[in-house]
């Protein structure tokens, strides 16, 4: 599979050609959800989708909370926000290379599930980069990333989706965040069960 220009992320859902939409929010996260406090505060989500993670996290914070859906496709965005509301949660569009500068340093936590796995693989800099810039001091980014999303229609450096191992991890964030912890997810969508990895990384 050839990498994808924002143009195609767009058009993949104006033709409702969506197989990474589950219609559900992650397994990983609402596993979270459940046996940890909710995050609270201001929380990004890149790359969103339809917004299903967002809703999770918005109403799990509450009135605690501010969750703000972000992603490259508009129509996307407008599909998120067609969702009836179930706390203070928004959708933007927009590029999280570009990320607008009154966004800059005001997220307490950023939670990553599909943004990271798909981009190119040269661009992983540039995401810690800018999630660096979206976090406060201190502010925490939580995600699930692909151990090994490799199947039948491609191999490793054929997605997206990507995969990345903790060692890869540890090298790219960790001139601007410290591992907390990271453990393998026990629920997972069917067929990502033990490919996936929980992370918790703090923003030095």
């Excluded at 569009?93 to 966004?103: H, I, R, T, V, W």
């Excluded at 229609?153 to 054929?158: C, D, I, Q, T, V």
């Excluded at 410290?178 to 923003?203: C, F, N």
Aim: charged share 25%.
């Amino acid at each position: 599979m050839m990498e994808k220009n924002p143009n195609e992320w767009e058009q993949h859902y104006l033709d409702q050609n969506i197989p990474w939409d589950k219609g559900r929010p992650a397994p990983a996260l609402v596993a979270f959800l459940k046996d940890h406090p909710a995050p609270t505060g201001r929380i990004l989500v890149p790359g969103c989708g339809m917004g299903h993670d967002v809703r999770a996290l918005s109403a799990a914070g509450g009135e605690a909370s501010e969750v703000i859906g972000f992603d490259l496709s508009p129509t996307a965005m407008k599909l998120a926000d067609d969702f009836p509301k179930v706390g203070r949660e928004h959708f933007l569009a927009g590029d999280y290379f570009k990320l607008p500068e009154e966004l800059h340093h005001s997220f307490d936590w950023i939670w990553e599930h599909t943004c990271f796995c798909a981009i190119d693989q040269d661009q992983r800099a540039s995401y810690v980069q800018a999630s660096a810039k979206a976090l406060k001091p201190g502010g925490k980014l939580l995600g699930v990333f692909y151990l090994n999303p490799y199947d039948d229609e491609h191999a490793p450096g054929e997605g997206p989706p990507h995969g990345c191992s903790l060692d890869e991890l540890e090298k790219l964030f960790g001139d601007l965040f410290e591992i907390t912890e990271h453990w393998q997810p026990s629920d997972a969508y069917p067929g990502r069960e033990g490919k996936e990895l929980m992370v918790i990384l703090q923003k030095r």
